[in-house]
């Protein structure tokens, strides 16, 4: 019911634009966010959108980092700037409604020379 994409490799330094969409069927969302999830780490927070027009970002991507919402599109994106190797990771998409948390399937971003 998430359909997450727009991960790849990319030169540090360089920027990715990721998306994800939610089916027609998830209604009521409160928030939408990203976390990612690197080798022998825990997930985290990245960034999170709520419905009442907050965000707010990890310590380690502000500046960098931008999550936006389309909602007519029921889409939440993550433009990342100014990437490091250290943001290698796979980026998932969670999106919470009044009644139920949904879990998008991950798009691995590599940030590698």
């Known amino acids: 019911q998430l359909q997450a994409s727009g991960g790849g490799l990319v030169q540090p330094g360089g920027s990715l634009r990721l998306s994800c969409e939610a089916s027609?069927?998830?209604?009521?969302?409160?928030?939408m966010a990203w976390y990612r999830q690197s080798p022998r780490k825990q997930r985290e927070l990245v960034a999170v959108d709520s419905s009442g027009g907050s965000t707010n970002y990890a310590d380690s991507v502000k500046g960098r980092f931008t999550i936006s919402r389309d909602n007519a599109k029921n889409t939440v994106y993550l433009q990342m700037n100014s990437l490091r190797p250290e943001d290698t990771a796979v980026y998932y998409c969670?999106?919470?409604?009044?009644?139920?948390?949904?879990w998008g399937q991950g798009t691995l971003v590599t940030v590698s020379s």
């Open positions: 027609g069927s998830i209604f009521n969302i409160i928030a």
């Open positions: 969670k999106v919470v409604t009044n009644v139920q948390i949904y």
